[in-house]
Every structure is written in C-alpha cells, then in structure tokens.
C-alpha cells in the first residue's frame, strides 16, 4: 500500500520570497511517478510537476521545482518568488506503476502567501 | 485548455432527489476515469475508478448501490447519487488519464459542489 504524508498543515510565505511544502511517501515499489497538485479555492485540480522514481536530475516547471531524495522518500516542492496567486491548498500525489493510473493523495498544505 | 470537462458545477436539491454528474474526456478517449469526493478542508478520497464498457471498481466503504457509476462510452462517465440526503453533501471531482505514459498527469474536471437540502 501507498502512504502520502504531507506535515505542514498550513503554511505563511511572504510574497516574493521562496517556500518549500514538505511530501514523504511510503511505497514497496520501485517503479511509480510524483506529482504535485494546487487547488485553489474555486476547487479545480492543477497539474504542477511530476518526478519520476528512475529520473536522477529533479523536475523543474517554471517556478516550481521538486526537491526528490529518493532514499528519504521525499518530494518536497519549491516555489520561488511567491505570488499572491500562489495562495491555494497544495496537494503531493502518488502513481504507482502496479496499481494502474490510480493516484494515492496527501492530506495537503495551505500555503497563504502575504503582501 | 481544460481537457475534463464536468458538469454541473453547483447541485441544490432536496433530500432523496437523485443526482448525476458528468465526466467528459475532450480530445482524447479514457477508458478508465476516476471519481474523488473531497469534504471541507480535506484531501480528495478516491471512491471508484471508472471502467469503459465494465462495471465500476469501488473503494472499500463506498455503497455502490448509492454511487451508481456508468462509463458507456470512451469520453463519458457519470455519477450519479442516488435518494442524495444531507450527509452526502460535498464537493465530487473526476479525473481522467491520457493514457500517454507513466509520466503524464491525471486531469481533473472543475469538481462539482453538490449541497443536499
């Protein structure tokens, strides 16, 4: 079985600065995908980044880059210079390759970006 | 663009009315797609995946006979809540997979805020 753990709640950035939100995984499996998810309050799920178990270099997207320790099991996800529009729930996610194209999900970050 | 379309957005209805809501893949056949319940301040909980052309997969403590799941085609799946009471109230996502690869994303619709009066 798979284990999202995400243990920051909720967290506070100040608008232009960097923040990190904290993902472990717990998995069996040798072979499975990250991802990161935002939701911001009108609800719709978006796509971030994804890393895979075999990738050796991390993923980068624009602002968004994820910080993978795979013998931690972490992927933790760097945002740099935060914007206001950053303010969301964050969600880190799990695929494993032998359990189909199901995702296992954390329980979230609320990040609140301030001015 | 959105490639998941769901509809509707918003439901309010009273007690022991059922609901559907549509899961649409655009541009693109699903033959598996995936449905979430998410209440306030949680993480979305899978409740089934979707099979084109089969029955339904349910997570453990999901009724099926209350979550009715229909995947009759490779662009369209529906949910529907059957005699909806108060306690079902939440917000419903779908997702889809395109079916591209391990690395590509699940894409979700815009989730549908359902309230039972």
């Known amino acids: 079985a798979q284990k999202i753990t995400q243990t920051q709640p909720g967290m506070f950035v100040q608008e232009k600065e960097a923040v990190t939100l904290d993902c472990t995984y717990d998995?069996?499996?040798?072979?499975?995908?990250l991802f990161w998810y935002k939701q911001p309050s009108s609800g719709e799920m978006i796509f971030l980044i994804y890393?895979?178990?075999?990738?050796?270099q991390n993923a980068t997207e624009g602002r968004y880059s994820l910080n993978f320790q795979k013998a931690r099991k972490s992927a933790n996800l760097v945002i740099s210079a935060s914007q206001l529009g950053d303010s969301a729930m964050y969600f880190c996610?799990?695929?494993?390759?032998?359990?189909?194209?199901?995702?296992?999900f954390g329980g979230g970050t609320r990040l609140m970006v301030k001015p | 663009g959105a490639v998941v379309s769901q509809h509707p957005s918003w439901v309010i209805c009273k007690s022991g009315t059922s609901v559907k809501i549509e899961c649409r893949s655009l541009d693109f056949q699903a033959t598996t797609m995936f449905w979430y319940r998410q209440f306030p301040k949680q993480s979305l909980m899978l409740m089934a995946t979707?099979?084109?052309?089969?029955?339904?997969?349910?997570e453990q403590g999901v009724e099926k006979d209350k979550f009715l799941i229909n995947h009759a085609s490779l662009t369209l799946s529906t949910l529907t809540v059957t005699s909806a009471h108060p306690e079902d109230s939440s917000f419903y996502i779908c997702?889809?997979?395109?079916?591209?690869?391990?690395?590509?994303?699940?894409?979700f619709g815009d989730g549908t805020r359902l309230s039972i009066l």
């Open positions: 997702s889809a997979h395109l079916n591209r690869g391990p690395n590509q994303p699940q894409h």
């Open positions: 998995t069996s499996d040798q072979s499975y995908g």
């Open positions: 979707s099979n084109e052309g089969s029955k339904a997969t349910y």
């Open positions: 996610a799990m695929r494993s390759n032998n359990a189909g194209n199901m995702l296992t």
């Open positions: 890393q895979g178990s075999y990738d050796e």
